[in-house]
């Protein structure tokens, strides 16, 4: 199980890291109409974290993403011991 010391460092790392994207409207100038998506990833001595984050005018886009990566976590995570 992750520490809670462990999870708040990541909480933190990620929100800094999307607040300074946040911050330039520059990031966002060539997006499409309708669907984006952002994926940051990152690592500190114990492990490694990433997120992802979509939008999409159409609801099917995020929920086809998110079954696409449920079926990524569940053919990639080893058996639980």
Do not use: C, Q
């Not at 998506?37 to 492990?47: E, P, Q, T």
């Amino acid at each position: 199980m992750i520490e809670a010391d462990d999870a708040a460092r990541v909480v933190d790392a990620l929100a800094k890291n999307l607040a300074g994207v946040a911050m330039s409207k520059s990031n966002f100038a060539r997006l499409p109409d309708r669907y984006w998506g952002y994926y940051a990833r990152g690592h500190d001595g114990k492990g490694k974290f990433a997120v992802i984050v979509t939008y999409s005018e159409n609801e099917a886009d995020v929920d086809e993403l998110i079954k696409m990566y449920e079926g990524w976590v569940a053919k990639s995570r080893p058996p639980a011991r």
